[in-house]
């Protein structure tokens, strides 16, 4: 299994909504990943989780807020979002975040959020 | 920083070959892999080549990687319409990095 799983695959939500993102794998992976991917750009790393902890925080606002809250589970809170963070939301794992190791990322396929 | 580059469109006519070229800049990168994404999907991984190697085959796919001139490329035999994606690099360094991505177009 190679999978990792996104919910809910669209999202419609308004500025002073609160809602949440939820991914999950069952590959034993311990690093886990968030991308922000707007239309014909490339995944822009959010944050990554490494053994459940929180490693890399890629100066992503507050109205963004990661929760890991198990080794096969990643959510992103979201809470007073603006129009403009409209975009898919990618999550991707790995075995780990190490450098040099054949850590392939495998992703999602993605929450398509959109923000009204 | 680690910088990759891709150029930006590739269009083919169904059953010649794709050549899709990517440059990095981080020489410590040990794995370097293609993912293909389709409109309104996630990143499918393709295939991946290990630093060491000049030349990796599988099934149609074969990468090449010139780890001096830190050039690696893609090229998809036989292409067909199914094949019409954009196809991103990414090297493996602390965190996939990931270049701007080459949409393939794919002519009947």
């Known amino acids: 299994d190679t999978e990792v799983t996104q919910t809910p695959k669209h999202l419609v939500m308004g500025m002073t909504n609160k809602k949440s993102l939820k991914c999950e794998q069952h590959m034993g992976h311990r690093a886990m990943y968030w991308y922000k991917q707007k239309a014909k750009k490339p995944p822009e790393l959010m944050f990554v989780y490494s053994y459940e902890k929180l490693s890399i925080n890629e100066s992503v606002p507050s109205r963004f807020s990661p929760e890991c809250p198990n080794s096969s589970l990643l959510n992103l809170h979201l809470h007073a979002l603006q129009p403009e963070d409209s975009a898919l939301y990618l999550c991707?794992?790995?075995?780990?975040?190490?450098?040099?190791?054949?850590?392939?990322?495998?992703f999602g396929q993605g929450t398509r959020l959109t923000v009204v | 920083g680690e910088d990759v580059e891709q150029s930006l469109f590739l269009s083919v006519r169904e059953g010649d070959s794709s050549v899709i070229n990517c440059t990095y800049t981080?020489?410590?990168?040990?794995?370097l892999y293609w993912y293909k994404q389709e409109p309104g999907a996630g990143l499918q991984l393709l295939t991946y080549i290990f630093s060491n190697m000049d030349m990796k085959q599988d099934q149609r796919l074969t990468v090449l990687l010139n780890k001096k001139d830190k050039h690696l490329s893609l090229r998809i035999a036989d292409t067909q319409t199914g094949d019409s994606a954009i196809y991103f690099c990414a090297e493996r360094g602390y965190i996939p990095t990931f270049g701007r991505g080459t949409s393939l177009i794919v002519h009947p």
């Open positions: 991707a794992s790995s075995q780990g975040e190490a450098s040099g190791s054949k850590s392939e990322a495998f």
């Open positions: 981080d020489s410590s990168s040990t794995y």
